[in-house]
T-cell receptor, first 120, second 111 residues
Framework: GAGVSQSPSNKVTEKGKDVELRCDPI?????LYWYRQSLGQGLEFLIY????????KSGLPSDRFSAERTGGSVSTLTIQRTQQEDSAVYLC??????????????????FGEGSWLTVV | KQEVTQIPAALSVPEGENLVLNCSFT??????LQWFRQDPGKGLTSLLL?????REQTSGRLNASLDKSSGRSTLYIAASQPGDSATYLC??????????FGQGTRLTINP
């Protein structure tokens, strides 16, 4: 697609329910990122995918959070047993990526418009 | 641990003024630095990317500089317009493709 697409754009869920957030990156982008922006806070790194593998999961806040990516394209971020502190905007981004572990420092990262999650 | 700080947190200026937004970071071992714009209720739009080996980048009325040794970057906006009103975020790229963001500067341009 022309840009990074995220769905749903808005989600209100009851505490304790599971939610799935979807990200469709720009076609051809092999790197995919999830960030979280809580009200009044900066952006917080969650996880990064290179292809279907996740070299860095260090930002996932708890074991209730998981993410997967299939076919080197669409990614799903799943939050189990949601808590009120999970309320935030979840932003997905993608970029071109070099072969293997080598970084291309000039790659611009493109963000989607986010999924606004409210846990009540 | 990398920390990115943006000053000021908010800025309000009349239309037409030139202005400078500041960003500082604590760890100079970065791959690149990006400036983003975020409009209310929207995602982030990349404005400029400066590679670690570069000193500045320009795009239209925007100019970003990078002094990696001192851990500083500035975003210069010339002849500001009301449409420039947004939150401007600075982010540095660390290893493993991790962006570390500042808290942003909320800019308001008054007509």
């Amino acid at each position: 697609g022309a840009g990074v697409s995220q769905s749903p754009s808005n989600k209100v869920t009851e505490k304790g329910k599971d939610v799935e957030l979807r990200c469709d990156p720009i076609s051809g982008h092999t790197a995919l990122y999830w960030y979280r922006q809580s009200l009044g806070q900066g952006l917080e790194f969650l996880i990064y995918f290179q292809g279907n593998s996740a070299p860095d999961k260090s930002g996932l806040p708890s074991d209730r959070f998981s993410a997967e990516r299939t076919g080197g394209s669409v990614s799903t971020l799943t939050i189990q047993r949601t808590q009120q502190e999970d309320s935030a905007v979840y932003l997905c981004a993608s970029s071109l990526e070099a072969q293997g572990a080598y970084l291309i420092s000039g790659n611009t990262i493109y963000f989607g418009e986010g999924s606004w999650l409210t846990v009540v | 641990k990398q920390e990115v700080t943006q000053i000021p947190a908010a800025l309000s200026v009349p239309e037409g003024e030139n202005l400078v937004l500041n960003c500082s970071f604590t760890d100079s071992a970065i791959y690149n630095l990006q400036w983003f714009r975020q409009d209310p209720g929207k995602g982030l739009t990349s404005l400029l990317l400066i590679q670690s080996s570069q000193r500045e980048q320009t795009s239209g009325r925007l100019n970003a500089s990078l002094d990696k040794s001192s851990g500083r970057s500035t975003l210069y906006i010339a002849a500001s317009q009301p449409g420039d009103s947004a939150t401007y975020l600075c982010a540095v790229m660390m290893g493993a493709q991790k962006l570390v963001f500042g808290q942003g500067t909320r800019l308001t341009i008054n007509p």
